[in-house]
């Protein structure tokens, strides 16, 4: 933390400008050691404005590149340290000669996320915060995008702390009765006491059943499209990704592996899976692609079951929906192009209330259905009273781990047991909202966390 650390905070290549960022005690000094401003010498650069000037080699003096400085003084930088950001052309040599002279000056090469982690650990940002940094740059569509930013605004922090309060203000109660049992003094009721942890509970116990929707939002719903063999799947998948992707036969099982791919609907982005086809009594070949249908149908978060309407009803579109189960799904009566073979009766009997969507993989006809379908599956309906998601499985473990605690302490209290024990599962709830706020880490979590952004941020 004492070091001055430097680092290119724009992506490798070529591009119009690239960006040398500089955080420590040093980075002032180290910059205009270089850094040759055009309206002559200063003492200190007035922060977050610009300067225009050169670059220039300290051995040399040659100018390597006229360049834009910009100076944030701590603590109103994002380190909360002095920070440079120079802006130079951006040739990939260019960048990479300024970081080097940099480097000679005196900063170290920064490592992953250590600009970010600075951050977090000057108090300008918590880890919440400092984790939806990465979500915003990561962000692959809108819904992903706008929860990071909500997040980096600290409505996530926002609400774990006035929970992580509140059970405070429990403890303080409980800690008090204990601590003067003997004095005669009257204390909040037992019952007011299970009410505020309740209340707490129920809080976070929404926060945890967000997880999916936020899972969804940052990593994006993950689709399986099953179906006995030559139902269409592949022509699905190539209809959702506009381009063809899979191969297409009118032969039985040409698909004998999974292929996953990436598609956008509207805000949301999807990993669709085309699967090989089940049915009773596969080929050799095909048995281990049937396997690994059944292995992606079990990780989806929604299976699409493909029929082909033109064809009857057989023992494999049975088995099909059997292997589908419970599972969240979306039913799909492909070929609508042709003639169909299902009697309306037959489809209602068959599919027990699931409602189909009838479409032609091969003219597109239909296909919007499909994909609002698809959309509103991956919104999960409409979210009333409860806005926040969350988005990370660290957070839902120890949300999660939280809820329970204080399961514990509300049925130890109606059980009429101690206080003790009550306080013990209270201060474990508390714990646990810490450690996502990073109010209590372990330095090896922060760098798991760090080590996953990129250099430069």
């Given amino acids: 933390m004492n070091d001055t650390i430097t680092a290119i905070a724009t992506p490798p290549g070529e591009g119009g400008i690239g960006v040398i960022r500089i955080s420590g005690k040093d980075a002032l000094a180290i910059a205009f050691r270089l850094f040759h401003p055009a309206t002559g010498p200063v003492e200190e650069p007035a922060t977050q404005k610009v300067m225009y000037g050169e670059i220039r080699d300290p051995e040399s003096e040659q100018c390597v590149d006229q360049v834009l400085l910009t100076f944030f003084k701590k603590p109103k930088s994002y380190t909360a340290e002095d920070v ?41 940002l918590d880890l919440t915060q400092a984790e939806a940094v990465a979500d915003v740059i990561d962000s692959a ?16 922090s926002r609400r774990l702390n006035n929970l992580h309060d509140n059970l405070l203000n429990v403890q303080a109660q409980l800690e008090a009765s204990i601590d003067f049992t003997e004095d005669g003094l009257t204390f909040q009721s037992r019952e007011a006491t299970q009410n505020q942890i309740q209340e707490v509970e129920t809080s976070l116990r929404k926060l945890v059943d967000s997880f ?10 993950r689709v ?6 030559n139902v269409g799947k592949s022509s699905l998948l190539n209809a959702l990704l506009q381009e063809d992707r899979a191969i297409v036969t009118a032969y ?68 099909l929906m059997n292997e589908v189960g419970e599972k ?3 039913v799909v009566l492909n070929k609508s192009d042709l003639p169909s073979s299902w009697p309306p009766d037959q489809i209602e009997t068959f599919l027990a209330g699931e409602i189909p969507i009838s479409l032609s993989a091969k003219t597109l006809e239909g296909f919007e259905s499909l994909t609002e379908a698809l959309h509103q599956k991956a919104l999960g309906g409409e979210r009333t009273g409860e806005s926040l998601v969350i988005t990370r499985e660290r957070h839902r473990d120890h949300l999660q781990q939280a809820t329970n605690a204080l399961h514990n302490a509300s049925k130890t209290l109606t ?43």
């Fill in 84 to 124: 440079i950001e120079i802006s130079a052309h951006g040739g990939a040599w260019i960048v990479s000669r300024i970081l080097e002279l940099v480097l000679g000056q005196g900063a170290r090469l920064a490592e992953p996320g250590e600009f970010t982690r600075r951050a977090f650990t000057n108090g300008r």
């Fill in 212 to 221: 999916r929707q936020g899972r969804i939002y940052r990593e994006g719903m």
């Fill in 415 to 457: 059980e009429g047991l101690s206080e003790e024990l009550i306080a013990v599962d209270v201060t474990l709830a508390m714990e646990h909202i810490g450690s996502i706020l990073g109010k209590t880490f372990e330095e090896d979590l922060l760098d798991k966390i760090f080590g996953q952004f990129c250099i430069g941020k």
């Fill in 328 to 330: 969240p799904k979306l």
């Fill in 224 to 229: 399986t499209l099953v179906g006995k063999p």
């Fill in 252 to 319: 039985a099982g040409t698909t004998r592996d999974t292929l996953e791919e990436r598609a956008r609907i509207k805000d949301i982005h999807i990993i669709i899976t085309d699967s090989a086809g089940l049915r009773n009594n596969p080929e050799v070949i095909e048995e281990e692609g049937i396997e690994r249908t059944r292995a992606a149908l079990e990780n989806s978060d929604l299976a699409v079951v493909v029929f082909d309407q033109s064809e009857p009803l057989d023992d494999n579109d049975k088995l």
């Fill in 141 to 156: 569509s809108d819904k992903a995008l706008s929860s990071a930013l909500a997040q980096l605004k600290g409505g996530l």
